[in-house]
């Protein structure tokens, strides 16, 4: 059955992973390894996916409902955008004696991209509360 | 919503957009993503492999380019859709385990594999889009090691859609507004609707690649604000590791410097001014970079098979080429036979026009098709045929 036969498939890449992970490498290597690997998760499921709940949830209820929506998809675009750009916003990796690297203005380049998502969330949300507003019907959400 | 805080249980996620039905479809493109970026990853570490019993092909001379800057690529897309496809799954972290014990040890497996799925492909993430930018507060080997959790996330990926394919196949063949697998709690409509958050998340994957990858793809390099580089540089050519960081400058533009080509017992040596003298070629080749980025450019200097021909060394052996950088792993490379019999292979004393810069490889640097950039040895002092 295919399934099966994917989980077969599936352990035996994994397992051939894991002996690269374990043989290639000395004990600080490993340790060091694993302790990415589980940090990764730990700030992932602990960290960040509560704050964005949390975020979400004051959102929703502190925002008019014509706004709620643009502003979450804001968030979302705008989050993980910011996420990505990390290592060159705090440019971690510049190196005096090479200026072909990390050359760009990165800080002034997500003000603009900032900039850019609020104009469009701010249309976004006026368009959508005029519209609200014309049909006579309140605005959903709470 | 005190006791949300206490004890979450998947009833306490109320939001309809944790749902299968959003779970798959994202899931198919994280997929995707991972998939291309494991092939790729692939192509580029057996690239960079000194034995290679079947030899890497020296056409197209753009192969790497773009196979390298679809890794990266797609690995950048993925942020944002791996990000969505945990928030919507988020539910099921907080699930009871069933009463029946045979039911419990698969739960208990199908949750380690989960766990090694999400714990590889952030690691993947996040280590790769560090080493992009160059950054690396770590104390492990990243090469091996990012390879070797490759295999663990594209295992444990397998692994997952085998366990979820019902749900997979059921959710895609139905509208993404079916409700037939979701949490019962889960019905509150927060004002983003399923489709909505669908298109915001192609919107922010794109927008991740667009904003970067501009360090590979010319025509985006105005619009990539967070790209690791604008493209300049000395002809037109990033740099990444100057002679300042190999500590060549001193070796470099010393007028003793001089290159030596052996075979066997028959050796040759040459100033910058004898192969400046040899019949010169020009060759259009891009240097790619593991690190994603890359750029084209025009480069004139000797043949290496002429070179080889010096020292009457026969076709197809393996040519070890080494710089006058004293430390570092890349302070050598071997040159496939393949490699080194291609009329394209330079040792290039041009880059456009101009002298090469020191931090380009002068006086003379390895330039050859279809190869990554690390391998393109600057600084060449010596030219070794295998015997």
């Not at chain 2, 091996?144 to 397998?158: K, M, N, P, S």
């Not at chain 2, 509208?175 to 298109?199: E, K, N, W, Y």
């Not at chain 2, 025009?298 to 021909?309: A, F, I, Q, S, Y």
Request: glycine share 10%; net charge neutral.
């Amino acid at each position: 059955m295919t399934r099966v036969l994917l989980v077969v498939v599936g352990v035996l890449l994994g397992a051939y992973g894991a002996w690269l992970l374990l043989s290639r490498q000395d004990t600080d290597g490993n340790i060091a390894t694993g302790t990415w690997l589980v940090a990764g998760v730990l700030l992932h499921d602990f960290l960040l996916v509560p704050v964005v709940l949390v975020v979400m949830g004051l959102g929703s209820r502190l925002l008019p409902g014509a706004w709620s929506a643009p502003v979450a998809v804001g968030v979302v675009v705008l989050g993980s955008l910011t996420l990505v750009a990390v290592p060159v916003l705090g440019r971690f990796g510049a190196r005096s004696d090479n200026p072909t690297l990390l050359d760009r203005p990165y800080v002034a380049g997500w003000l603009v991209l900032a900039a850019l998502v609020a104009v469009v969330v701010v249309a976004v949300s006026l368009l959508r509360s005029r519209r609200g507003a014309q049909s006579g019907a309140a605005p959903e959400g709470e | 919503m005190t006791t949300a805080l206490k004890a979450p249980t998947p009833a306490s996620f109320t939001s309809r957009l944790h749902s299968p039905a959003v779970a798959a479809r994202v899931g198919v493109w994280l997929g995707v993503c991972f998939g291309v970026a494991f092939l790729t990853g692939l192509i580029s570490h057996y690239a960079q492999n000194v034995s290679q019993p079947i030899p890497f092909p020296t056409s197209p001379s753009w192969g790497y380019r773009v196979t390298q800057g679809l890794h990266v690529i797609t690995g950048t897309a993925a942020i944002p859709l791996l990000l969505v496809k945990l928030w919507t799954v988020y539910p099921k972290f907080f699930e009871r385990p069933p009463r029946n014990v045979r039911r419990v040890v698969v739960e208990v497996l199908e949750r380690v594999n989960t766990g090694l799925l999400v714990s590889a492909g952030i690691f993947l993430l996040v280590t790769g889009t560090l080493n992009v930018a160059q950054w690396y507060p770590w104390e492990f080997s990243y090469r091996r090691t990012h390879y070797a959790v490759a295999w663990v996330a594209i295992g444990a990926l397998v692994v997952h859609i085998a366990v979820k394919l019902p749900i997979i196949r059921d959710a895609l063949r139905g509208d993404v507004d079916d409700t037939t697998h979701d949490d019962p709690a889960a019905t509150r409509d927060g004002g983003v609707s399923r489709r909505g958050l669908l298109t915001t998340t192609w919107v922010a994957g794109g927008l991740a690649v667009l904003t970067t990858a501009g360090s590979t793809v010319p025509a985006l390099r105005d619009l990539s604000i967070f790209g690791v580089r604008s493209g300049d540089g000395p002809g037109g050519i990033p740099i990444n590791k100057s002679a300042v960081a190999a500590d060549v400058t001193a070796t470099a533009t010393s007028s003793s410097y001089s290159l030596s080509v052996v075979h066997g017992d028959n050796a040759v040596t040459l100033t910058r001014e004898e192969l400046s003298a040899m019949t010169q070629r020009t060759e259009t080749l891009p240097i790619a970079c593991v690190e994603g980025w890359s750029a084209s450019g025009e480069w004139t200097g000797v043949r290496l098979r002429d070179l080889l021909d010096l020292v009457g060394a026969p076709r197809d052996r393996d040519v070890a080429i080494g710089s006058l950088q004293q430390e570092g792993a890349f302070r050598d490379s071997l040159l496939q036979g393949n490699f080194a019999d291609d009329d394209r292979t330079l040792l290039a004393l041009q880059l456009d026009g101009e002298p090469l810069s020191i931090d380009h490889g002068y006086p003379c640097r390895l330039i050859a098709p279809n190869r990554p950039g690390v391998l393109q040895t600057k600084w060449v002092s010596t030219i070794e045929v295998a015997t």
